[in-house]
């Protein structure tokens, strides 16, 4: 290996003008890393490329873990031709010259192999003309997709086709990058050990944004320094964060803040908090989500939740940001530690289904109310007692339609506020069943 001070190698010619992420691209299954489990001995695309025989396939992961690299190898191990697009720039018009093409070839006796990136971005219309060639044969098609196929592509693209979940690439993965990029520029990447940790951060599992920053370094590191955390900053920017506020990370980190709030685990609950905030999504949704936590999770074992996460959102709405995150902090790690309940979400399930199930029973009439003579005459009120007037306060009349049998909805917790309202419904029972008695 080289001096660690010595000049950057320099290409000539078109390599010159690649960029690094491009001259190291893989040229053989084995020099794939970070998707063992797809190219592994006895792996999905191992076991293809021993059998000889190629499925359709969508490639789903982050970008920069090695999707269109993956898709260019096994069209080299296969005996078809070669085709990629990208559903960003292609149209309908593009599709039917491709399919043409690949009639042509069929009929003789060759197959073709077609990549789509970003095959998500093709509308339904677009998704739909696949089916044909896909289902017959004449062409093998691998797409590549950053968003969760469940909910952007076909339901019958997807049954013909075998969907692969790529990783995000690991340290140890974009370890074996900085080795491949310093045999390529001759000498070690200019960066202190406590410099290294703090690239991979910023890479956040994207090999080809690491390979992008690398290249900074080595053609901007002033000659013969090594560069601290400090100087790493000065050259590199930050990766965004891989969240759109429309897609399928927004709905994961939404789902791992309210189970981490219903698991009590408050500081897994500010982590995906700050994720979310740090990936750039409004406040006043995480707000709103909040608040349903708090009657959906939490309910009657502690009423005062829900007006906690009321008060936070409006203390957003006056202080704005960033000072208003706070309150939504504290709101937050007060559901994370309150104790947790959804017998409200289940009484008020459960008495939706039984008036669902019941139709339009009318009231006893002992509770109704009787302006008039006709509805006295037909016992609209009779024989209603004012609970207030009663010994106990309590009547223990019926107040479920005489057709309906008595059902218990609501059937609290014995945590925090509910474990009185508990004792409460308990005296209530037992007060009603000794009044029915008589």
């Known amino acids: 290996m080289a001096d660690l001070f010595q000049t950057p190698i320099q290409n000539n010619g078109a390599d010159n003008l690649r960029p690094l992420s491009d001259l190291l691209r893989p040229q053989s299954l084995s020099e794939v ?85 970003e095959i998500h971005r093709f509308n339904k219309a677009q998704q ?49 990058l900085i080795l491949r990029a310093e045999a390529h520029f001759g000498h070690k990447i200019p960066l202190a050990a406590e410099a290294i940790d703090p690239l991979k951060a910023l ?43 429309g897609d399928d990370g927004h709905y994961n980190l939404i789902s791992a803040l309210h189970k981490s709030v219903r698991g009590s685990d408050v500081n897994a609950a500010l982590y995906w908090f700050a994720r979310m905030l740090d990936g750039g999504e409004d406040p006043r949704y995480i707000a709103r989500r909040m608040i349903r936590m708090a009657v959906e999770d939490i309910g009657l074992a502690d009423p005062m939740a829900h007006l906690q996460c009321v008060a936070a959102a409006e203390t957003f709405e006056r202080l704005g ?7 939504l902090s504290q709101a937050l790690i007060y559901l994370a530690t309150a104790p947790k309940s959804n017998a409200n979400y289940v009484a008020y399930n459960n008495a939706r289904a039984a008036a669902q199930k019941h139709g339009s029973l009318m009231p006893p009439k002992h509770i109704l109310n009787a302006p008039t003579k006709l509805m006295k ?7 209603y007692q004012y ?19 008595r059902q218990d909805f609501y059937v609290p917790v014995e945590r925090g506020f ?21």
Not at 216 to 237: E, R, S, T, W
Not at 423 to 435: A, V
């Open 418 to 438: 509910e474990r009185d309202i508990n004792k409460r419904l308990e005296y209530w029972d037992r007060l009603r069943k000794e009044k029915n008695k008589r």
């Open 128 to 176: 739909d003309a696949f089916l044909p060639v896909v289902e017959d044969g004449t062409i093998i098609l691998i797409g590549a997709t950053t968003e969760n196929p469940s909910f952007e592509l076909n339901a019958a693209l997807l049954s013909r086709c075998q969907v692969l979940v790529l990783k995000r690439l690991d340290d140890a993965a974009l370890d074996a």
């Open 377 to 383: 005459a037909e016992g609209y009120g009779a024989g």
């Open 387 to 405: 609970d207030p007037d009663t010994k106990d306060g309590f009547s223990g009349q019926n107040y479920f339609p005489d057709a309906m049998p």
């Open 33 to 117: 890393v970070g998707q063992d489990h797809l190219i592994a001995p006895n792996a999905p695309l191992s076991r293809m490329i021993e059998n000889r025989r190629l499925s359709s396939m969508i490639f789903w992961g982050p970008p920069g873990c090695g999707k269109t690299t993956l898709a260019r190898l096994m069209a080299d191990h296969s005996d078809c031709q070669f085709e990629q697009i990208s559903a960003i720039f292609s149209g309908v018009a593009d599709l039917k010259k491709v399919f043409e093409a690949a009639k042509f070839r069929k009929s003789q006796g060759k197959g073709t192999l077609l990549f789509v990136d």
């Open 321 to 327: 940001s960033p000072e208003g995150e706070l309150a």
């Open 203 to 245: 890479a956040d599992g994207d090999g080809r944004y690491f390979l992008t920053m690398i290249e900074q370094i080595y053609n901007q590191a002033p000659a013969g320094k090594i560069l601290d955390a400090a100087g790493l900053f000065a050259i590199v920017q930050k990766r965004a964060p891989l969240y759109d506020k």
